[in-house]
């Protein structure tokens, strides 16, 4: 079953302009990562924060965690026409044991109009 | 540093066949996980092998079924094939070294093996 949930389900949005799609959870866990996947290919890995950690950045990507609401949020800026694609969180089980169950959202589809 | 592959990349079956699918991970990754990716259910885990053991199951049938090699390359296989086991199915590695709780690494996905079932 999926564990997040992700809004909006899709979002179009004009190049250059910033791009925020959420996620939200229903357990403890120990780490959530966002992913990318391009047309039904592999997922690509972008950023993975701790669930001590409430924000995390890399390049034009901003990543936001609220433990206490289950819920993160991923910033794009500036985005380009190579941003479009599916974009997933994916959390795990919250174990003392290492886990490397990741249990994903149901995804948001980003489309970059140039 | 190659990245982690899969084949065959793609794959058409017919209904009560049996299917083997491979990944190799990266270089010196010892944990591989399998996950199905459908329309409908969206990306599911179904194992994760670390050291040749299976230390994480998913929900899904006995006909799915996996297992890894002493080069930590993995195989899974499904058997009796449903139409309903059409899907992308997804591997990925990571350098997990031992349990340490809070210490999940990155995990590097292939580009996925495309099952139709007819």
Request: proline share 3%.
């Amino acid at each position: 079953s999926q564990q997040g949930e992700e809004d909006p389900q899709a979002l179009s949005i004009q190049e250059g302009e910033n791009a925020t799609m959420n996620c939200s959870y229903k357990t403890s866990i120990n780490n959530l990562q966002w992913y990318r996947q391009n047309s039904g290919r592999g997922l690509v890995h972008l950023i993975l924060i701790r669930s001590n950690e409430r924000e995390k950045h890399s390049g034009r990507l901003r990543v936001t965690l609220d433990t206490s609401k289950k819920s993160s949020s991923l910033l794009i800026t500036a985005s380009r026409a190579a941003d479009t694609a599916s974009y997933f969180c994916a959390t795990d089980d919250g174990s003392n044991f290492g886990n490397e169950k990741l249990t994903f959202g149901t995804g948001t589809r980003l489309t970059i109009i140039p | 540093k190659a990245g982690v592959t899969q084949t065959p990349r793609y794959l058409i079956k017919t209904r009560g066949q049996q299917v083997t699918l491979s990944c190799s991970p990266i270089s010196g990754h010892r944990s591989v996980s399998w996950y199905q990716q459908t329309p409908g259910q969206g990306l599911q885990f179904l194992f994760e092998y670390f050291s040749e053991t299976q230390r994480n199951k998913g929900n899904f049938p006995g006909r799915f079924s996996g297992r890894q090699f002493s080069n930590s390359r993995s195989e899974m296989n499904v058997s009796t094939l449903e139409l309903g086991d059409s899907a992308l199915y997804l591997c990925a590695s990571s350098l997990r070294q031992g349990s340490i709780w809070w210490d999940t690494d990155t995990q590097y996905f292939g580009p996925g093996t495309r099952l139709t079932v007819l």
